[in-house]
């Protein structure tokens, strides 16, 4: 009963309503805005150019909102990387600046609302943040949209969640790997140097 609810009041706000959720999770609200736009797809039910029309639109409108957090990261950054301590802060922006754009987008894909920090600490153009901001949501949008389409949203949300519980283990891993390999780089080059 709730939940008919629910869905007829997203009904009846149309795509403003999906605007709106986008918005707020742009904002680095911890919202979840990939269950926006499967219960969107699954209301509205957009097929051919209206599904890519109202995609491109939704990662229009993230990119615009995002600007926000970007703006208000930029102007509170010294106080943020004064509370963190610089050795932190200088950590997180080496392991950034190799795929710094590449770390916005997949952060987008992965619903990480707070990846905006990092692009500021990277010094990162707001052009290129924007342009990597649109490039993570895109597919996200385009995707959620069309799944919710196909009418099973809680089990097209389970899926996308252990989808994405997979990413991070596998990024995890990787990150562990490539720890262990300079570990070990840097111990044969200490024994190296002691010859």
Same mark, same amino acid.
């Given at each position: *009963?709730?939940?008919?609810?629910?869905?007829?009041?997203?009904?009846?706000? +149309?795509?403003?309503?999906?605007?709106? +959720?986008? $918005?707020?999770?742009?904002? !680095?609200?911890?919202?979840?805005?990939?269950?926006?736009? #499967?219960?969107?797809?699954?209301?509205?039910?957009?097929? $051919? @150019?209206?599904?890519?029309?109202?995609?491109?639109? !939704?990662?229009?409108?993230?990119?615009?909102? !995002?600007?926000?957090?970007?703006a208000?990261?930029?102007?509170?950054?010294?106080?943020?990387?004064?509370? @963190?301590?610089?050795?932190?802060?200088?950590?997180m922006?080496?392991?950034?600046?190799?795929?710094?754009?590449? =770390?916005?987008?997949? +952060?987008?894909? #992965?619903? @990480? +609302?707070?990846?905006?920090?990092?692009? =500021?600490?990277?010094? *990162? !153009?707001?052009?290129?943040y924007?342009?990597?901001?649109?490039?993570?949501? /895109?597919?996200?949008?385009?995707? @959620?949209?069309?799944?919710?389409? /196909?009418?099973?949203? $809680?089990?097209?949300?389970?899926?996308?969640?252990?989808? &994405?519980?997979?990413?991070?283990?596998?990024?995890? $891993? /990787?990150?562990? #790997?490539?720890?262990?390999?300079?570990?070990?780089?840097?111990?044969? &080059?200490?024994?190296?140097?002691?010859?």
């Open positions: *009963m709730m939940i008919q609810m629910i869905l007829e009041f997203l009904r009846e706000l +149309g795509l403003v309503g999906l605007f709106i +959720g986008i $918005g707020v999770e742009a904002l !680095s609200i911890p919202f979840p805005a990939a269950i926006i736009f #499967l219960l969107y797809g699954y209301l509205i039910n957009p097929t $051919g @150019m209206e599904l890519v029309w109202i995609s491109l639109l !939704s990662a229009l409108i993230y990119t615009a909102v !995002s600007y926000i957090p970007y208000f990261a930029l102007k509170y950054q010294d106080a943020v990387t004064k509370r @963190m301590g610089s050795k932190r802060v200088k950590k922006i080496a392991r950034a600046e190799k795929y710094r754009e590449w =770390t916005i987008a997949i +952060g987008r894909v #992965l619903g @990480m +609302g707070y990846i905006v920090y990092v692009a =500021t600490f990277c010094k *990162m !153009s707001p052009t290129r924007g342009i990597f901001t649109f490039i993570g949501v /895109l597919p996200v949008a385009f995707a @959620m949209l069309y799944l919710g389409g /196909l009418g099973n949203v $809680g089990e097209v949300y389970e899926i996308f969640q252990q989808v &994405q519980y997979v990413v991070m283990a596998v990024i995890v $891993g /990787l990150i562990v #790997l490539y720890v262990l390999y300079r570990v070990r780089l840097k111990q044969k &080059q200490v024994v190296k140097d002691a010859k």
